[in-house]
């Protein structure tokens, strides 16, 4: 039996930026509990965006190139996926952001929940919600970072 049937599969939206690589990284460091694959529209990371530290485990991530709007890139790459975590983002205009950092995750949260997929995260900045405008988070919302 191979060591893998015991692995979950991980799977990163935006692997490539730099919250990705470090997610990738970080889940990687446990090698023994988790297979990692990223989608992201330009694949692996180019050498000169990834950190010397990084470079190495970031040699054992599955990089697919695809878009997270392209329905089916989404579903590809989620086949046979435990977790997936975005961390696609971006800043500029408020309709930019809502394109990508909100209609693109519930895109991907849709498509994961068609696949199976046990769990979704999702990561962010807390600057999205709380900071640029005055806006304070409710006592509700619990900020981790």
Not at 14 to 28: D, K, P, S, T
Not at 89 to 113: H, P, V, W
Not at 128 to 135: D, I, K, L, N, T
Request: charged share 20%; proline share 4%; net charge neutral.
């Amino acid at each position: 039996m191979s060591s893998n049937v015991l692995k979950k599969r991980l799977l990163i939206l935006g692997g490539n930026g730099y919250v990705g690589q470090n997610i990738c990284h970080a889940a990687l460091l446990q090698s023994d509990k988790y297979l990692v694959r990223s989608l992201s529209r330009s694949g692996p990371p180019s050498p000169s965006s990834t950190p010397p530290h990084l470079a190495s485990t970031l040699e054992q991530v599955e990089w697919v190139s695809g878009d997270v709007f392209d329905a089916s890139a989404r579903k590809d790459s989620m086949e046979g996926v435990d977790y997936v975590v975005s961390t696609i983002g971006a800043f500029g205009s408020n309709e930019f952001m809502q394109r990508i950092c909100g209609d693109a995750t519930i895109e991907a949260i849709l498509t994961a929940k068609e696949a199976g997929v046990k769990k979704f995260g999702f990561v962010s900045s807390a600057q999205v919600y709380e900071g640029s405008a005055g806006v304070k988070n409710p006592e509700s919302v619990t900020m981790h970072g």
